[in-house]
């Protein structure tokens, strides 16, 4: 079964700073992943989607890596903006069953002026 | 383009009661996702439907959980009677098909048990 797992769990950084959220995942046979960001209290919104044949994503001050070998994707925030202050999620769909996401269980970034 | 509409926005219910929350995804999106997402976890697939057939209900708790999606458009996903441990934000996702597109999310409902 496939897991996926958002280490750390929150994260704290000075406005400006360039950062690296990380995402791993168990099993290397994935359809896709996508990068969320989900505001307190709202619905998820997607920032970026990598598909298996692609290495990253890039759009605006994030660009998302994806490395199936080693089961791992990261999202770069390039000058961090306290208006990045959000959880970002990771979840991808697997092969066997792309209909599916699994979600991580989320980084919460702290932007702070 | 008008997103995923969801309400109630916010809830507030007796454990035993019954609740009903409403979905209606983007246009012509085929597939409806209904997430449950505990405070500190990511969001728990609940069911998914194809047109208005069921995909995947497995993790879906069926002796209090029910949900239908009429004409292949809106969906309501009810609890029956509910439990402390439902409190949760219920998110409505929809996509263009089950073939890999990007999924697009609702604002959710937040559901308290007291």
């Known amino acids: 079964k496939q897991e996926v797992t958002q280490i750390p769990a929150a994260l704290s950084v000075p406005e400006g700073e360039n950062l690296v959220l990380n995402c791993s995942f168990t099993?290397?046979?994935?359809?896709?992943l996508q990068w969320f960001r989900q505001d307190p209290g709202k619905g998820l919104t997607s920032l970026l989607l990598?598909?298996?044949?692609?290495r990253e994503q890039t759009s605006g001050r994030l660009n998302a890596s994806l490395d199936k070998s080693s089961g791992r994707s990261t999202l770069y925030i390039a000058a961090s903006q306290p208006g990045d202050s959000a959880t970002y999620l990771c979840a991808l769909r697997p092969l066997y069953n792309f209909n599916k996401f699994y979600f991580g269980s989320g980084t919460k970034l702290n932007v702070k002026p | 383009e008008a997103g995923v509409a969801q309400s109630p926005r916010y809830k507030i219910i007796e454990k035993r009661q019954s609740v009903a929350f409403w979905c209606n995804p983007i246009?012509?999106?085929?597939?409806l996702y209904w997430y449950q997402q505990i405070l500190g976890q990511g969001p728990k697939l609940l069911i998914q439907f194809q047109n208005n057939g069921v995909v995947d209900d497995s993790q879906l708790p069926k002796d209090r959980f029910s949900a239908e999606r009429l004409k292949g458009v809106d969906s309501t996903l009810k609890i029956q009677p509910a439990k402390l441990e439902d409190s949760a934000v219920y998110l409505c996702a929809s996509s263009l098909s089950s073939s890999g597109s990007s999924a697009f999310f609702g604002q959710g409902t937040r559901l308290t048990v007291v």
């Open positions: 099993d290397s046979a994935i359809y896709n």
């Open positions: 990598i598909q298996s044949s692609q």
């Open positions: 246009s012509g999106h085929a597939t």
